[in-house]
C-alpha cells in the first residue's frame, strides 16, 4: 500500500489554498472575475433594485426603441420564458411598455417609459463608477486589447435560440 504524504498546505495556516490545474482554465478565471464584477454591479444597484439581466435589458430597449423581446433574447443568449418574465417584471415596474408591431402583429415593441428612461439614466452613472472600479486597473491600450481578447472567447458560441 502506497504511503499517504502528510503535508500540510498553506491553507492550514490561514493562508491561501492551492488551486492546482484551476490556474490553467479560462472557465476558472472567467468565474472569478464574473463574480466580482457580479457583487460589485449588485451593491451599485442595490437602491434601484435592478439586475445585470435588467440593466441589459433597459440598454437595448433604448439604444433600439421598438425592438422585440425575441431580438433581445437572442443579442442575450436568453430563452423566450426568461425573456417573457424580466420583460413582465421591468413592465410592472413601470420601465417598460409593450405595444403591437407595426410591421408584425404577432410581435411586440418595447419603449421604455419616462420612468424608465430615469431609472436607466440613474443606473448608467452608477455603471460609470462601478466600471471604473475595474478598469482603472488597466492602462487604454490593456482595456482595448482586453475588451477585444473576451469578444474572441464568446464570439463562436452557439446563441440560445429564442423562438
Do not use: C
Not at 7 to 35: P, V
Not at 96 to 117: F, I
Amino acid at each position: 500500500m502506497p504511503e499517504e504524504t502528510t503535508q500540510r498546505g498553506d491553507w492550514e495556516k490561514g493562508g491561501a489554498l492551492a488551486i492546482g490545474q484551476l490556474d490553467t482554465l479560462i472557465g476558472f478565471h472567467l468565474r472569478l472575475a464574473s463574480s466580482a464584477i457580479y457583487q460589485d454591479f449588485m451593491t451599485a444597484m442595490s437602491e434601484l433594485a435592478l439586475t445585470p439581466k435588467q440593466f441589459s435589458v433597459l440598454e437595448l430597449i433604448a439604444a433600439n426603441p421598438g425592438v422585440s423581446q425575441i431580438d433581445i433574447a437572442g443579442r442575450l443568449g436568453m430563452d423566450r420564458a426568461t425573456m417573457m418574465a424580466l420583460t413582465n417584471r421591468l413592465e410592472s415596474r413601470g420601465f417598460v411598455e409593450r405595444a403591437p408591431s407595426r410591421v408584425d402583429r404577432r410581435r411586440q415593441e418595447l419603449r421604455l417609459t419616462s420612468e424608465g428612461k430615469d431609472v436607466l439614466a440613474e443606473a448608467r452613472s452608477r455603471i460609470l463608477a462601478h466600471e471604473r472600479r475595474f478598469l482603472e486597473r488597466f492602462s487604454d491600450a490593456e482595456k482595448t486589447q482586453f475588451f477585444d481578447l473576451l469578444k474572441r472567447v464568446y464570439a463562436g458560441r452557439s446563441v440560445v435560440d429564442p423562438e
